[in-house]
T-cell receptor, first 115, second 113 residues
Framework: DTAVSQTPKYLVTQMGNDKSIKCEQN?????MYWYKQDSKKFLKIMFS???????INETVPNRFSPKSPDKAHLNLHINSLELGDSAVYFC??????????????FGQGTRLTVV | AQSVTQLGSHVSVSEGALVLLRCNYS??????LFWYVQYPNQGLQLLLK??????LVKGINGFEAEFKKSETSFHLTKPSAHMSDAAEYFC???????????FGAGTRLFVKA
């Protein structure tokens, strides 16, 4: 029974295409995140939602648009894909946002390759 | 602002040897500190965390870490390495304004037979 699940696990697409990654958590958490992990394993937060509201929006190109239909789901849509978007994208969730003392629970990741 | 520095992008130990992964942090507020492990082709999972209280924190798989405020460090140790410990390890800090968790660059642990 997967706690944080992402689909698809692998995504290969051509430059200029539009693609979406879906994420669902069954932990009852209020907060969800998208992280990007580059080829050097560096992990950077992109977005955070708390109860469907956008809380954190890092300096990310506006080709990236998150959407949270409910607090258990956070999807990531990417328009006009570029070579530099190739990375592993992780969805995560945590119980509370405000205190910062709660750990994040990560999905398995989506490896996006833009060719 | 907060930051995390992991000393050594790669660490190699022999099976049965001590594992020591170093992490130093910077924080203008009392930090919450985390160690996560990432196995190949998987997401990160929590090894242990420090919030308040006892400065020596024990985690899963025999790992522990000690919060040393005077040294701004949160090094991860394990007395005896197993082959299954080979993975990427991330130190992280949160607790400051902005509600973000900041991750270090990661340390890849290799375990030799």
């Amino acid at each position: 029974d997967t706690a944080v699940s992402q689909t698809p696990k692998y995504l290969v697409t051509q430059m200029g295409n539009d693609k979406s990654i879906k994420c669902e958590q069954n932990l009852g958490h209020d907060t969800m995140y998208w992280y990007k992990q580059d080829s050097k394993k560096f992990l950077k937060i992109m977005f955070s939602y708390n109860n469907k509201e956008l809380i954190i929006n890092e300096t990310v190109p506006n080709r990236f648009s998150p959407k949270s239909p409910d607090k258990a789901h956070l999807n990531l849509h990417i328009n006009s894909l570029e070579l530099g978007d190739s990375a592993v994208y992780f969805c995560a969730s945590s119980p509370l946002l405000a205190t910062g003392q709660d750990e994040a629970f990560f999905g398995q990741g989506t490896r996006l390759t833009v060719v | 602002a907060q930051s995390v520095t992991q000393l050594g992008s790669h660490v190699s130990v022999s099976e049965g040897a001590l594992v020591l992964l170093r992490c130093n942090y910077s924080s203008s507020v009392p930090p919450y500190l985390f160690w996560y492990v990432q196995y190949p082709n998987q997401g990160l999972q929590l090894l242990l965390k420090y919030t308040t209280g006892a400065t020596l924190v024990k985690g899963i798989n025999g790992f522990e870490a000690e919060f040393k405020k005077s040294e701004t460090s949160f090094h991860l140790t394990k007395p005896s390495a197993h082959m299954s410990d080979a993975a990427e390890y991330f130190c992280a800090v949160s607790g400051g304004g902005g509600f973000k968790t900041i991750f270090g660059a990661g340390t890849r642990l290799f375990v030799k037979a």
